[in-house]
């Protein structure tokens, strides 16, 4: 069969069983996702964000990161879930100490019960080597909620 004769009929879901992204066909005639930065993150993490709870997401600054700016719309991703956030305000610091010490540590670990283990959980999760890239702080808004599967 030639390849040329087949037409892509697109799914009607934002995630395939393998939770992959693609937007359907109607989707991108009405271009409401085209402009829109997608940004991978956890379960936790999400829901956290999108209930108001955390309201600032830190991220190591490599060039992936670095695009954000205030103002931009950014897609959060899970597996199963999907969310629309603005971006409201960056900053960027030279390390984590820094950010905990300087911006409500609340915001940026909620289940945290101090400074030290704020700190430690991004630590953990952004442990320090040669060379690390400044840290980028995004306070985020939550837009729009949508649920997958």
Not at 14 to 28: C, I, Q, W
Not at 38 to 60: A, N, Q
Not at 72 to 99: A, C, D, F
């Amino acid at each position: 069969m030639d390849t040329k004769t087949l037409i892509y009929t697109p799914p009607t879901r934002f995630f395939d069983e393998y939770g992959v992204k693609f937007v359907p066909e109607e989707h991108r005639n009405l271009g409401l996702l085209n402009n829109i930065k997608r940004l991978r993150i956890g379960t936790k993490c999400y829901h956290e964000i999108m209930s108001g709870h955390k309201s600032l997401e830190v991220r190591v600054g490599y060039d992936c990161i670095k695009i954000y700016q205030a103002g931009h719309q950014i897609e959060l991703m899970t597996p199963r879930s999907s969310g629309l956030v603005l971006v409201k305000s960056v900053w960027v610091y030279p390390n984590l100490r820094e950010v905990v010490s300087d911006l409500p540590w609340q915001q940026i670990v909620p289940h945290a019960e101090s400074m030290e283990e704020a700190y430690d959980v991004l630590v953990h999760q952004y442990p320090p080597f040669v060379g690390m890239p400044d840290v980028h702080v995004l306070e985020l808004e939550p837009i729009q909620v949508q649920r997958i599967g």
